[in-house]
């Protein structure tokens, strides 16, 4: 299949893994740009010289385009701006922030740009500040979230409703029922964090996986809703932060609950109980650990067996 | 199209209207039935002589059939069962309570039996209580809602690897194209709230109906938490229901702050200000009030010009 988002970004799917912290890595990234995807290296959870390095080990593991993950919030957002023009990254995803900063400056480095957002109204920014293409993530996906918890089979049509350029979907999507469901929905390409999280690849804990593939519906829940909006497992820390909500903790009351590194020890060090467990609600559909490429050549097959069940018009 | 839910429900188009409290009086039932569809009165919001009228005018308004849908927490669930049986309603939709308890009885009159759910634990409990269909209901669903918060993008295809009986998606469901996708995710029929409570048969008030269609995404929330979870307009009886809850109130508290009689108040009577406004995130995709029959051959023609834009296999 080709569409307008294998044509902007060279690939041959239209399956682009998250950049998702402490799992994203050059190892991720590389594998799911090799089996046809778009790899991307997440840059929120690391040091300009780390994100160099990956940048580096991800080029010398594939001639494939892969792209890097920056969240503007990131307190080195300029230097991994920098590294990854200096490095001639093809492709940039941006979150949690403004778009306009940064898109004219990558275009300028050749860079192809794409922009997460939780609303159609910063869809629309988006647009404006000239993006490839607009990422349209719902509230079931893990990790940081948008705060008026717009779903996925209600986002992605309604900013396919506005919007001109493409549109990738994010949130809920480990299937190629879902991805197939996504494309019913408008969308061109599909975003899949949780079940590229959940591979031999990702760099998350073994720990945090096999915890991850236990987990069954409503396991996670969207809170620190004070702060950013985050989706998380229901462990201990949760209950803590649970309890603290339900009694009214003020936002400062919250984040010193939540502290710092607490993803770091959840996902990269698998402190299962004490760490913050960033992960969507389809996990509850995730039952092993496989390699990137199955992955997607099980999307790929699920896709298009879904097509063939599903083609019959009602008369 | 044919499929077991046209074949149980000896309907033309696998699609239901939800059984809203104040919006699926006879009217509406029997213009979705008689346009092809499934058309539920709701009785969560009927003393049992109302539903008996309203049952014996969907009769003579309409030789489709057509169904009612009972909250089993109503407080004259007992009585409800008996106008249906009595009257001879060919189909009954149960919601928030155990399935085990009706779907025999109801069986025994002939009557076939679907039951809405919010996980897949309950999807089974209703499988082997015996029921016809199920209908697994997303988290962007207006009014009462699951606990667990799963959307439709991850309940749907979850309830359906381990469901055996036909399968009915809702929440977040009022295209066409939003039907092709709970299709692509497993169901095999769709019951839709939102956008048939803001048809011209809906027995909403105009008030209701004129200001939901004004409404954007992120303009409903679900609160009420502490009570039963449910998703309403953010208006001024929802910001004192968010202060409440963010000071942390109580149980006891929030069900002072509710009263009672507020969904009447709200949608019925039309106090957009102080009533309890029950209606989905999709209200924000909803821009006009059509009759229920434009609904439907929206959605077929959508659905169908849905499925003719994906067919093209991955290759």
Redesign the interface.
């Known amino acids: ?1 080709r569409n307008r988002i294998t044509d902007i970004f060279g690939i041959k ?1 239209p399956i682009i893994s998250g950049g998702m912290v402490w799992c994203s890595g050059w190892k991720l990234a590389a594998a799911v740009s090799n089996a046809g995807g778009l790899g991307l290296i997440g840059a929120g959870s690391m040091y300009p010289d780390v994100l160099r390095e990956h940048i580096r080990k991800c080029k010398s593991a594939t001639d494939k385009p892969y792209g890097v993950n920056i969240p503007l919030i990131s307190k080195y957002s300029e230097e991994l701006m920098e590294v990854v023009i200096n490095e001639n990254v093809p492709v940039v995803f941006t979150s949690a922030g403004n778009p306009r900063i940064w898109t004219s400056r990558l275009h300028d480095a050749g860079i192809k740009v794409a922009h997460v957002v939780a ?3 910063f869809a629309l920014k988006c647009q404006e500040a000239g993006v490839d293409a607009v990422v349209a993530e ?3 996906a893990g990790g940081h979230n948008g ?9 992605v ?2 900013v396919k ?1 506005h919007l001109d350029v493409p549109l990738i979907a994010a ?3 480990a ?1 190629g ?2 991805m ?7 969308a061109e390409g599909v975003q899949v964090g949780t079940r590229f999280a959940l591979t031999e690849e990702s760099s998350a804990s073994e720990e945090f996986k096999r915890f991850c593939i236990g987990l069954g ?2 396991d996670t ?2 809170v620190l809703k004070k702060l950013v909006p985050t989706r998380l497992v229901k462990n201990d820390f949760y209950r803590e932060v649970e309890a603290a909500e ?3 903790a003020s936002a400062e009351e919250m984040a010193e609950i939540l502290g710092s590194g607490r993803a770091r020890k959840g996902i990269f060090e698998g402190d299962i109980a004490a760490g913050e467990l960033e992960i969507g ?2 996990a ?2 995730v039952d092993d650990i496989p390699t990137a490429k199955e992955v997607i050549d099980r999307m ?1 097959d699920e ?2 067996s ?3 069940r ?6």
Chains 1, 2 share one sequence.
């Open positions: 299949m799917y609303s159609t109204k719902g509230f079931e705060r008026e918890e717009t779903t996925t089979m209600v986002l049509p309604q409703r949130g809920g999507i299937t029922d879902a197939l469901a996504a494309f019913a929905l408008g519906e409503g829940m969207l339900n009694r009214g609600q389809v509850c559909m790929i896709y298009n879904g097509l063939e599903i083609s019959r018009p009602l008369l």
